[in-house]
């Protein structure tokens, strides 16, 4: 059989890898965090703990949902959008370090985690806008 060059579908990954990088990384946030609220005490584990866990499965829910509206004003608004719960994360991840509910060892891997997330979603939501 001939070699009719590459399928159209093997530059999708190529296309689709920010988009998805952006989720598998969120996706491990909340597996990072829920392991760590597990040990909140239970003062905090059921509050707090609470939710930080619905933050950030909400969050992860607001990618999947951008990454299907498809480019245009959608996407750029749920984005937008996004990029407010991380901050407001941000806050809640601290505030459980600031309640000794999380181990400062822990709230630096989660700050650093939310940091690699705010900027993939910051890039992509730079490259959703219109330009011009």
């Keep these: 059989m001939p070699n009719e060059g590459p399928s159209p579908f093997s530059v999708l990954p190529l296309l689709m890898a920010n988009d998805l990088k952006v989720i598998s990384d969120c996706y491990d946030l909340a597996v990072f965090l829920s392991r760590r609220v597990e040990k909140f005490p239970r003062s905090h584990r059921y509050t707090l703990g609470a939710d930080i866990e619905r933050r950030v499965q909400g ?10 509206a498809g480019p245009g004003e959608r996407r750029t608004s749920i984005l937008g959008d ?5 901050e407001v994360l941000r806050f809640q991840v601290r505030l459980a370090k600031d309640l000794n509910a999380l181990p400062v060892s ?3 891997e989660a700050a650093r985690q939310l940091e690699k997330v705010g900027a993939q979603v910051g890039g992509w939501l730079k490259s959703s806008r219109p330009k011009g």
């Design 82 to 86: 996004v990029n407010v719960e991380l």
């Design 106 to 108: 822990s709230h630096g």
């Design 59 to 68: 969050l992860l829910g607001e990618l999947v949902r951008a990454r299907y």
